[in-house]
């Protein structure tokens, strides 16, 4: 009685994103890599230099808790087995929203009036040094 075993290099992987439009600054993301292998492939990513993200267990999948524009860039899923490899690139790109905009500008402009009261209040103390003021 003869068994046959067959075996299979890796497939090209698919990589799947866990948002249906696109991903704007602060969005909580997962892509997801999968491939058909015999014996089962491992995985692997490449990933943009800056980018903070989380592995599964078994690097299947890739979560970024709050994207930013540190997570731009390619994503490279990367499959093998002993009998071959294959990979698949993915390129994400964060948009910048508007209410980050928003929070910037009001952050500079808080800023801008901090530094200016502290000037103004050198200069009026600068001024008045030696005088009596009387509220």
Not at 23 to 49: H, K, Q, R
């Amino acid at each position: 009685m003869r068994i046959f075993c067959f075996s299979d290099p890796p497939e090209r992987p698919t990589v799947n994103i866990s948002t249906q439009s696109s991903v704007s600054t602060g969005d909580s993301v997962n892509l997801t890599c999968d491939s058909d292998a015999l014996p089962s492939p491992t995985y692997s990513w490449e990933i943009p230099p800056h980018a903070q993200v989380e592995f599964s267990q078994e690097n299947r999948s890739i979560t970024i808790k709050e994207a930013s524009s540190y997570h731009t860039g390619t994503y490279t899923c990367n499959v093998k087995n002993k009998h071959g490899h294959s990979s698949t690139p993915w390129d994400l790109e964060v948009k910048s929203t508007n209410n980050a905009k928003l929070m910037r500008a009001l952050l500079g402009v808080g800023v801008f009036a901090l530094v200016a009261s502290v000037i103004l209040m050198i200069y009026y103390f600068l001024q008045n040094k030696g005088k009596k003021v009387f509220f």
